[in-house]
């Protein structure tokens, strides 16, 4: 089935996807497809890397340190975008998981570029640049018609790599725990 094909057969994900553990939703948002509608053009990729971050038990998630105004979105509720800038220069998105308080969420790590998405899209920073997310949204809902995931018609199955996350090493023991999840073989991801 040809990309443009499966695009037309996209079905928007429901917020009962992303009401569940944080571990289940990364492994399920593999091959799914990001779509983002900047200046009247559709970008869409497809997740080829993901990664897990379980709350404020999770030494490496930034709600590790409680609620803060920069992490109140991560709490709740599930299927928002939490976008962070790294570096000062670089934006990061997450997928907000599980119920209201749990503060876990889901880092986009890659996609394979499918609609109008130019630049390099492996790493967190570049596939936010290449799909046009911006602090500017940070809490959006992602049941929206402008900016969502979506499942593809005609997607087989996939085989997923589990792998330490990246640039974690200050979380300690947690820094080794394989919450890092990706297509095995695809050429986009940011890291094997």
């Known amino acids: 089935m040809s990309s443009v094909f499966a695009i037309a057969l996209m079905q928007k994900l429901a917020?009962?996807?992303y009401n569940r553990d944080t571990i289940l939703v990364a492994k399920d948002l593999l091959g799914k497809r990001l779509v983002h509608r900047v200046s009247r053009e559709e970008r869409i990729g497809r997740i080829v890397e993901v990664e897990a971050y379980l709350g404020p038990h999770d030494l490496a998630a930034h709600t590790s340190k409680g609620i803060t105004p920069r992490t109140k979105v991560m709490y709740g509720p599930p299927g928002h975008v939490y976008v962070y800038l790294v570096y000062g220069m670089h934006h990061c998105m997450n997928v907000v998981t599980e119920p209201d308080g749990t503060g876990a969420a889901v880092l986009l790590r890659a996609i394979e570029p499918l609609q109008n998405?130019?630049?390099?899209?492996?790493?967190?920073?570049?596939?936010?640049?290449?799909?046009?997310?911006?602090?500017?949204?940070?809490g959006h809902d992602l049941c929206s018609d402008d900016f969502y995931i979506a499942a593809a018609?005609?997607?087989?199955?996939?085989?997923?790599?589990?792998?330490?996350?990246?640039?974690?090493?200050?979380?300690?023991?947690?820094?080794?725990?394989?919450l890092r999840f990706y297509i095995e073989g695809n050429r986009y991801i940011s890291k094997k």
């Open 117 to 138: 998405v130019a630049g390099k899209t492996s790493g967190p920073g570049l596939l936010c640049k290449a799909m046009g997310v911006t602090l500017n949204d940070y």
């Open 153 to 178: 018609a005609g997607d087989g199955p996939i085989a997923i790599v589990e792998r330490p996350r990246v640039g974690v090493a200050y979380a300690g023991d947690w820094a080794d725990k394989p």
């Open 15 to 17: 917020r009962d996807f």
